[in-house]
Nanobody, 116 residues
Framework: QVQLVESGGGLVQPGGSLRLSCAAS????????MNWYRQAPGKERELVAS????????TYADSVKGRFTISRDNAKNTVYLQMNNLAPEDTAVYYC?????????WGQGTQVTVSS
């Protein structure tokens, strides 16, 4: 059974940090590129950060460059998103996504709220 389980979301003040985790199971994690998406109320889902399968090459949306860092631990089948200097516009549900060829899997999402 394929599962992607996100954790680490919550309420944080502007300027604060959070670290999201996504634990994968039920598929060959190391084959898959991993992505973090987010969706704010009334907005489309947007790609925030990506990391390739083995090489670990990363890419980021312009809105989070320099503040967010995506990483993966293939031994633990887990991908992370370190989010620093958070701003209210980062408030959204964050989703973990795995993709390899035509196969794609999604997590259930974790809420991140940035507010004072």
């Amino acid at each position: 059974q394929v599962q992607l389980v996100e954790s680490g979301g919550g309420l944080v003040q502007p300027g604060g940090s959070l670290r999201l985790s996504c634990a994968a199971s039920g598929f060959t994690f190391i084959r898959y590129a991993m992505n973090w998406y987010r969706q704010a109320p009334g907005k489309e889902r947007e790609l925030v950060a990506s990391i390739t399968s083995i090489g670990g090459t990363t890419t980021y949306a312009d809105s989070v460059k320099g503040r967010f860092t995506i990483s993966r631990d293939n031994a633990k089948n887990t991908v992370y998103l370190q989010m620093n200097n958070l701003a209210p516009e980062d408030t959204a549900v964050y989703y973990c996504n795995a993709i390899w060829r035509s196969a794609t899997h999604w997590g259930q999402g974790t809420q991140v709220t940035v507010s004072s």
